[in-house]
């Protein structure tokens, strides 16, 4: 059964840090990748990495502030420091098939997605 489960969201003041892990069973993605979304808003791509390729690509909106890594071919973190109210947002992690999903970070070239978990940061 292909699947992915968030972990690791919750409430935190601006300024601080959280991290996010996706867990996946069933397969090894060409890519995973973190997007975003609040209500009333298209889905933002964070980050990618790839198992396969051992690189990444991270959004311009975050870079310098998050950061992407596998723990293993089937977990990825994303840690996340200096968070500001923007940063408010479902969060998901998703698998990738494409051989080109690294960059950029679409939600058309992601299979599988997990549930989402929340972030909230407050100022």
């Known amino acids: 059964q292909l699947r992915l489960v968030e972990s690791g969201g919750g409430s935190v003041q601006a300024g601080g840090s959280l991290k996010l892990t996706c867990a996946a069973s069933g397969y090894i993605w060409y890519c995973m990748g973190w997007f975003r979304q609040v209500p009333g808003k298209p889905r933002e791509g964070v980050a990618s990495?790839?198992?396969?390729?051992?690189?990444q690509s991270i959004a311009d909106s975050v870079k310098g502030r998050f950061t992407i890594s596998l723990d293993n071919d089937r977990t990825s973190s994303l840690q996340m420091h200096n968070l500001t109210p923007e940063d408010t947002a479902t969060y998901f992690c998703?698998?990738?098939?494409?051989?080109?999903?690294?960059?950029?970070?679409?939600?058309?070239?992601?299979?599988?997605w997990g549930p989402g978990t929340q972030v909230t940061v407050s100022s």
């Open positions: 990495i790839s198992p396969h390729f051992g690189s």
């Open positions: 998703a698998g990738s098939a494409y051989s080109d999903c690294l960059q950029p970070i679409r939600s058309e070239k992601y299979d599988v």
